[in-house]
C-alpha cells in the first residue's frame, strides 16, 4: 500500500514540476522576446525618464508579468504535495 501511494505522489511531484518548467520556459521566451526587441532600438520614448515602450514591448512585459502568479501557484502546488508525501513517508517509518 505504501508503495502504490509512493509511486502516487512521486507522479505528482513530477508533473507539478514539469508545469513549473512549462511556465519557466514561456517565461523565459517572452524575456527573449522583450529582451532582442528591445536592442533592436525602439522609436518614441514615453515616461518621465524617457523609457523607451510600444505596443510590442508593453506586450511582451504584460505577458511576463501575467505569468508570475501562475508560476507561484505552481510552485505552492509543489511544496503542499512535498509536504503531503513528506508527512507520508514520516508516519510510515
Not at 15 to 21: A, E, G, K, T, V
Not at 33 to 43: D, M
Request: one cysteine or more.
Amino acid at each position: 500500500m505504501y508503495e502504490k501511494n509512493k509511486d502516487r505522489d512521486i507522479k505528482i511531484i513530477e508533473q507539478r514540476i514539469n508545469d513549473i518548467l512549462n511556465y519557466v520556459n514561456y517565461l523565459e521566451q517572452h524575456i527573449m522576446s522583450l529582451r532582442e526587441y528591445l536592442n533592436t532600438g525602439i522609436t518614441g520614448m514615453v515616461g518621465k525618464r524617457g523609457l523607451p515602450v510600444s505596443h510590442k514591448g508593453l506586450s511582451y512585459t504584460k505577458r511576463i508579468i501575467s505569468s508570475l502568479p501562475e508560476i507561484l501557484d505552481q510552485c505552492e502546488d509543489l511544496i503542499t504535495c512535498l509536504k503531503s508525501a513528506d508527512r507520508e513517508i514520516n508516519v510510515k517509518e
